[in-house]
T-cell receptor, first 113, second 112 residues
Framework: KAGVTQTPRYLIKTRGQQVTLSCSPI?????VSWYQQTPGQGLQFLFE???????NKGNFPGRFSGRQFSNSRSEMNVSTLELGDSALYLC????????????FGPGTRLTVT | QKEVEQDPGPLSVPEGAIVSLNCTYS??????FMWYRQYSRKGPELLMY????GNKEDGRFTAQVDKSSKYISLFIRDSQPSDSATYLC????????????FGDGTTLTVKP
């Protein structure tokens, strides 16, 4: 079974621009979560989607948004990029929505200059 | 204070050693406990998952949970150079399973 895939793998953007990242979960997984990983803050939860509905949201500003499509694929968008948004953005999917088992993709490395 | 505190490391051990990685947490509502391994420039890989106090073994790995002390551990027996990575503990609530709270990670180096 194919794992979680994320595109693109690397991205360089300029401050003020916006960016869209994509995630395809493992087949059959309906929950998709997004995390931001930085050396200073570690792994921080952004949001979770389940059956096209946002089910949980972390403590990030409204510039961070996401959505999920009927095939469970998910996208996250960051508008008006800031230097501090440079991070590894990780997507994780899970099958059983009542446990903590999550399977991560390789991440998208975003650099904001 | 963070909800999940992880021994910071880094940790360096000789090949064959037993490794102990530890996390404490403050919120007794956490129900699910996970350990992930992350190699450099890769996404975290789920190693162990448990939801009850006690031990769970999988090959060379043993996850231990003590809910009364709010303490979890991961033991690695007969450590190998390929175990060199950052280990992350994570926890979630049963009503918010898609939202995990992670420790900051412990970087382990196993020297041949």
């Amino acid at each position: 079974k194919a794992g979680v895939t994320q595109t693109p793998r690397y991205l360089i953007k300029t401050r003020g621009q916006q960016v869209t990242l994509s995630c395809s979960p493992i087949s059959g997984h309906r929950s998709v979560s997004w995390y931001q990983q930085t050396p200073g803050q570690g792994l921080q939860f952004l949001f979770e989607y389940f059956s096209e509905t946002q089910r949980n949201k972390g403590n990030f500003p409204g510039r961070f948004s996401g959505r999920q499509f009927s095939n469970s694929r998910s996208e996250m968008n960051v508008s008006t990029l800031e230097l501090g948004d440079s991070a590894l953005y990780l997507c994780a999917s899970s099958f059983r929505d009542i446990t903590g088992e999550q399977y991560f993709g390789p991440g998208t490395r975003l650099t904001v200059t | 204070q963070k909800e999940v505190e992880q021994d910071p490391g880094p940790l360096s051990v000789p090949e064959g050693a037993i490794v102990s990685l530890n996390c404490t947490y403050s919120n007794s509502a956490f129900q699910y406990f996970m350990w992930y391994r992350q190699y450099s420039r890769k996404g975290p890989e789920l190693l162990m998952y448990t939801y009850s106090s006690g031990n769970k073994e999988d090959g060379r790995f043993t996850a231990q949970v003590d809910k009364s002390s709010k303490y979890i551990s991961l033991f690695i027996r007969d450590s190998q150079p390929s175990d060199s990575a950052t280990y992350l503990c994570a926890m979630s609530f049963n009503t918010n399973a898609g939202k995990s709270t992670f420790g900051d990670g412990t970087t382990l180096t196993v020297k041949p």
